[in-house]
Each structure stands twice: as structure tokens, then as C-alpha cells.
């Protein structure tokens, strides 16, 4: 009788802890579904707004969905490379309290899933600049570490500026506007943050898809 009434107590506490998963499970499914309908409908727009001054035809943009911070509800990603440095080449879009939600304007992205991440470079006449964000549950972009480099001594930069030999490229470079977790901080702190979120990180290969009515039927469905 005691081994009896242990075994169903076990199968209970399995029961409590698998129904709450299998429910959230569901609910992000049936999430993951509205949000998929709504990023047909945002592409089946004649323009899609770029910038403050650009609207772009949509059917000249490619489109990719990923779900970046692993909530089970995939998020939206567009690539228009005729677009200027200034205006960014990507931008990526979420889906959050039922409608379609922009997280600003990138220019070359790298996600990387496994690490819960994403990370955004700009390279123009001799800088680049790297910012990292995590994409929280709530839809929210979240700043995890920033900085810029420079092959010559950033004239405006703000702060402090770090000269540092560079072995990949041979010669020193500068460091500056460097921020973690949105807040000023040392080279040192920067850098031991950007190798923390390498540290085994897998970039997830993007497959990106011409805006036509075929496609999005096709690859945007689940």
C-alpha cells in the first residue's frame, strides 16, 4: 500500500510539473500563430517605413523570422541592402501586445540564439561600432555592451579613450563610447563582457527571402 501510494504522489508532482510547461507551451504556439498572420500582413504592405524620411517598396525587401530570445514566438527581420549606412540595411520587428513592434534600425546583424543575444556593426571611414542586445520577454531591447573602434584618434570622442595594439589588423587602434548594460564603463569591464557573450555563442545562419506572396505563404507559416 505505501509503495502504491508513493508511486501515485510521484506521478502527481510529474503531472504538476509538466501541465504548467505543456500550457505555456500552447499559449506561445497560438502566440507564434497571430504574430506569423500579423508579419504577413505588415509585408503585404506597398511601403514599408525605413527611416523618418524613407518609405521602401516591399517587394524589394527580403524577409527571415527567428525566434531571438527563445520565447517560442518568432520575431521578424528584413534586409534592404540599397539602404544607406545611415539608414541601417536591417531592422527587426517583434510582436507584442497583439501588434507589430519595431526595435529600431540596425545595419548588419548577427543573432545568436543559444546565448540570447544579437549584435548590430556599423563600419564606416575607418570605425566600427558594435553594439550587443538581448530582446527581452516583454518586446523590449535591452543595451548589454557597446563601444567603438577607430583606426586614427576619434576627434569627438566623449569619455575616455583607450590606445590599443591590434594583432588582427597590426597597428594600434582606439577604443571609446564604451557602455555596459547601457552605463559608462572601463575597457577592461567592456571587453571581459564582450568575451563572456562569446564564449560559446553560435550565430545562427539567417536565411532571408524575397518579399513576394509565394514566399511569405511558404516560409512564414510556422
Not at 563582457?193 to 513576394?212: P, Q, W
Request: proline share 2%; with cysteine; hydrophobic share 35%.
Amino acid at each position: 500500500m505505501k509503495k502504491r501510494n508513493v508511486i501515485i504522489t510521484l506521478c502527481l508532482l510529474c503531472a504538476a510539473v509538466l501541465l504548467p510547461a505543456a500550457g505555456v507551451s500552447a499559449a506561445s504556439a497560438k502566440k507564434n500563430r497571430k504574430a506569423l498572420a500579423a508579419y504577413q500582413q505588415f509585408l503585404s504592405q506597398s511601403q514599408i517605413k525605413w527611416s523618418k524620411w524613407t518609405n521602401v517598396p516591399s517587394s524589394q525587401v527580403q524577409f527571415a523570422s527567428a525566434d531571438i530570445n527563445k520565447d517560442g514566438v518568432k520575431e521578424l527581420i528584413l534586409s534592404y541592402p540599397q539602404a544607406s549606412h545611415m539608414d541601417g540595411w536591417h531592422r527587426i520587428y517583434t510582436y507584442t501586445k497583439g501588434k507589430v513592434k519595431s526595435l529600431g534600425r540596425f545595419t548588419s546583424v548577427s543573432i545568436f540564439k543559444n546565448k540570447n543575444y544579437f549584435v548590430d556593426t556599423y563600419a564606416n571611414t575607418g570605425t566600427m561600432e558594435v553594439s550587443c542586445y538581448r530582446l527581452g520577454k516583454n518586446g523590449k531591447k535591452a543595451s548589454l555592451v557597446k563601444y567603438q573602434r577607430s583606426d586614427t584618434y576619434p576627434a569627438f570622442a566623449k569619455g575616455k579613450v583607450v590606445r590599443k595594439y591590434s594583432d588582427s589588423y597590426g597597428y594600434d587602434v582606439y577604443y571609446s563610447a564604451m557602455k555596459v548594460n547601457g552605463k559608462k564603463a572601463s575597457y577592461k569591464k567592456c571587453m571581459k563582457k564582450i568575451r563572456s557573450l562569446e564564449k560559446n555563442a553560435r550565430r545562427l545562419n539567417l536565411n532571408f527571402y524575397d518579399n513576394t506572396v509565394y514566399n511569405v505563404r511558404t516560409y512564414l507559416v510556422k
